[in-house]
């Protein structure tokens, strides 16, 4: 685990690329790990941590309010889910599917809009994580909001740009985003963190010069977090 942030020395070289990729990586399974903890500041700091790199066009606090968004859609999720549980604790899942999900989308759209991502990142979001419980398929409007996020911490409106034929899809980078969720799911952290490296490596390779300054002050857990969570 990367509890620490790696230090600017040898800035935009290949060893300070991984390392800060995989400090990403980290970071975003700890922040899941919170969340299945009930942790919700802690998840805001790890969510925030990430979102203060890769989305290099923000200050520190406007891209703590876009992690926040997304912690507050967490959140909401996990009260919708509660109130379709039956007597016995099971989530009914077409009571699940008829539910209201618009405070879930009230923070996937304060996310996107204190990041600049495309509004249709919400609804796209949000679907996603509905369909992830109830059994639909969840993947495809999950990669294409992870396209539309990709697309401004790249500030590339164009990715994916595909050399040749076979311009459909979402690119490379949202489908390991999918396969981290797979691996959430499975609860497989080491493997979630090695998906999602490549990821963020693509971000920080792209920023070059203008990734924010890596510091002990980025928000960061002093003591190991073992990818044991529940």
């Known amino acids: 685990m990367t509890t620490r942030p790696p230090s600017n020395r040898d800035r935009g070289g290949s060893e300070h690329v991984e390392a800060v990729a995989t400090y990403m990586a980290d970071q ?8 299945d903890r009930r942790e919700r500041a802690a998840a805001i700091d790890a969510f925030a941590a990430v979102d203060a790199l890769q989305f290099a066009h923000l200050d520190r606090s ?3 309010d876009a992690a926040t968004g997304y912690v507050d859609a967490l959140w909401e999720k996990d009260a919708v889910e509660d109130a379709c549980r039956d007597a016995d ?3 009914d ?3 699940l599917a008829d539910a209201d999900w618009s405070a879930v989308e009230a ?8 990041a600049g ?3 249709e990142y919400a609804p796209l979001s949000t679907l996603a994580w509905r369909e992830h419980k109830c059994g639909g398929d969840y993947w495809t409007p999950m990669m294409h909001a992870q396209m539309l996020e990709l697309r401004t911490a ?4 164009d990715y994916p740009d595909k050399p ?4 459909g899809g979402f690119g490379p980078k949202p489908t390991r985003y999918a396969l981290g969720v797979e691996l959430h799911d499975t609860r497989q952290w080491e493997q979630a963190r090695e998906a999602m490296t490549p990821y963020f490596r693509h971000i920080v390779e792209e920023h070059g010069d203008d990734l924010p300054t890596v510091t002990d002050d980025i928000a960061a857990t002093p003591d190991p977090l073992p990818f044991d969570a529940d």
Do not use: E, S
């Open 28 to 35: 975003l399974c700890r922040g899941f790990i919170y969340h």
């Open 62 to 64: 406007t891209a703590r």
């Open 89 to 91: 604790g099971v989530i």
């Open 93 to 95: 899942p077409d009571r």
């Open 107 to 114: 923070g996937f759209r304060n996310r996107a809009a204190a």
């Open 117 to 119: 991502i495309d509004p």
């Open 154 to 157: 790249l500030r590339n409106g």
């Open 164 to 167: 040749r034929h076979g311009q």
